[in-house]
């Protein structure tokens, strides 16, 4: 099984740690691996089957470490749909951290606010998610030693571990936001018919991941927060632009907010912190 190889190399990699978060960093986000402590840092090309991105942004390493306390396997970049091939690397890269050792997961991304009031530099906690992706991770046979055919996605975003975000950002100062994420494919931008059509569904940030990590995450049993940073306003909503850059520079400049963040919520996380209302 490439992901039992996977994850045995990663304990291989950095001996005596392991992993019980696994953290996925989005497009401009991977500085917040800079604050792992002890930190061994392995290219995906090293781990069998783990997925190479090709977008900028996305590093394309794993950082074992500690962080906030919790010994942590944080993925510098992700592959995205858009790409183009299957899932197979992004379920070998979620099934090896869960063979590592990780019982969570917690995923970040860059997004676009379809809320005014939510705008640029702000964070959002993941509520719910709409998968508007065409496409789901699971489609094809299913692998009945991590999960079963149908699983459940009643509980796809972890309602214990959102109040812990809440409360990691109140002691924090931090402004927290909390809303339904829609997946969109890409690589396109929306345009303003459809960031209208989004908020019709009852939208609140939209983006082009995180949500086929969650799915291969809950299947195989792992408790999945999210944290989206918001980068900008969707087209109609705000003025000016939408480009990658622009992604990249909001999402980097806000990466401080998220690092304090998530080393407050990661201080002291136990397993009886997960699914409780």
């Known amino acids: 099984m490439t992901a039992a190889r996977a994850a045995a190399d990663i304990l291989v990699h950095a001996p ?7 953290i ?3 497009s401009g986000l991977g500085s917040v691996a800079d604050r792992v402590e002890d930190a061994v840092s392995i290219p995906y090309g ?6 190479v991105p090709a977008v900028e942004g996305h590093a394309g390493r794993l950082v074992v470490g500690r962080l906030g306390g919790q010994a942590v396997a944080c993925m510098q970049g992700r592959v995205h749909a858009y790409e183009g091939g299957d899932f197979a690397p992004l379920r070998n890269a979620i099934r090896a951290l869960k063979l590592a050792g990780c019982n969570t997961l917690l995923l970040t991304c860059a997004a676009g606010s379809l809320r005014p009031e939510v705008g640029p530099g702000r964070l959002m906690a993941v509520a719910d998610h709409i998968n508007l992706l065409g496409t789901n991770p699971l489609v094809g046979p299913n692998d009945d030693t991590f999960g079963p055919r ?5 509980d796809a975003w972890d309602p214990g571990l959102r109040v812990r975000l809440h409360a990691a950002a109140a002691r924090t100062g931090i402004a927290l936001a909390e ?4 997946a969109w494919l890409g690589p396109c ?4 018919a459809e960031v209208r059509m989004l908020k019709t569904l009852g939208a609140d940030a939209v983006g082009m991941s995180m949500v086929p990590e969650c799915i291969v995450a809950r299947h195989c049993g792992l408790r999945v927060a999210g944290c989206a940073v918001i980068t900008n306003l969707g087209v109609g909503i705000g003025e000016g632009t939408v480009d990658h850059a622009h992604t990249l520079s909001t999402a980097a400049a806000a990466a401080s907010d998220l690092e304090r963040l998530l080393i407050d919520f990661l201080d002291g996380l136990t397993v009886e912190d997960g699914n409780q209302p």
Do not use: K
């Open 16 to 22: 005596g740690v392991h992993p019980r978060v696994g």
């Open 24 to 26: 996925v960093l989005g």
């Open 46 to 51: 090293e781990l069998p089957g783990f997925p």
């Open 150 to 154: 149908f699983p459940s996605l009643s």
């Open 179 to 182: 809303g339904v994420y829609a």
């Open 189 to 192: 931008f929306e345009t303003p």
